[in-house]
């Protein structure tokens, strides 16, 4: 079936703009995470969701970044005022449930956004 | 707070090399590993994990990683490489109960054909 998909690839945008992620999960997946990703660093966590509600959002920098998942599928990530720091890769990533670790992740290709 | 360290951020060798990725992990409770692997132009995905018991996972493409507890560390080792396998390689950890994953920063695998 298909993957987890993220729109739009790539995203250029000026300093103090807002801008928008969009993450689908594989379908039937409950769990869905938020990683983002600066240049020669590995992922670095950000929120995750269990159904519709915010599991664990401890890796939101600061109050700018909110995320929701309405329905419990489709996902957006959300910055406002965006600073040139924001510029990185943003990666989602989806799981069939949630809540004891094992399971693998499976990643979007990721969206790339550059702040200017 | 959890951590992970990889050792070598770029290596290259000649197929047909022996491959050892070091990784250690700082977390004071029981942890799941992991090794993720992205290839060029592809998503990243997971190479081999270990949850519990033997302390040697096999995982895709003839990799496999040790798990030693007592020096915190989760090598990723692959005995004969092939020019495929260039691609960055991720280590990771969880606490066992918690879906949140910490990622090493990367190692970039060079293979000479």
């Known amino acids: 079936g298909a993957g987890v998909s993220q729109t739009p690839s790539n995203k250029v945008t000026e300093k103090g703009k807002y801008v928008e992620l969009r993450c689908d999960p594989i379908s039937g997946h409950t769990a869905l995470y938020w990683y983002r990703q600066s240049l020669g660093q590995g992922p670095e966590f950000l929120i995750y969701f269990q159904g519709t509600g915010a599991a664990d959002d401890s890796g939101l920098p600061n109050d700018r970044f909110f995320a929701v998942r309405p329905e419990g599928s489709v996902s957006t990530l959300k910055i406002q005022r965006t600073e040139r720091g924001d510029s990185a890769m943003y990666l989602c990533?989806?799981?069939?449930?949630?809540?004891?670790?094992?399971?693998?992740?499976?990643f979007g290709p990721g969206t790339r956004l550059t702040v200017l | 707070a959890q951590s992970v360290s990889q050792h070598n951020h770029h290596v290259i060798l000649s197929e047909a090399a022996s491959l050892e990725l070091g990784c250690n992990y700082s977390?004071?409770?029981?942890?799941?590993l992991f090794w993720y692997v992205q290839y060029p132009g592809q998503h990243l995905q997971l190479l081999l994990k270990y949850f519990s018991g033997d302390p040697l996972v096999k995982g895709i493409k003839g990799f496999e990683a040790e798990f030693i507890k007592s020096k915190f560390s989760f090598n990723l080792r692959k005995p004969s490489v092939q020019w495929s396998d260039t691609a960055e390689y991720f280590c990771a950890v969880n606490d066992w109960r918690d879906d949140k994953i910490i990622f090493g920063k990367g190692t970039r695998l060079h293979i000479l054909p």
């Open positions: 990533a989806s799981t069939p449930g949630a809540g004891n670790g094992h399971n693998e992740q499976f």
């Open positions: 977390y004071g409770g029981t942890v799941n």
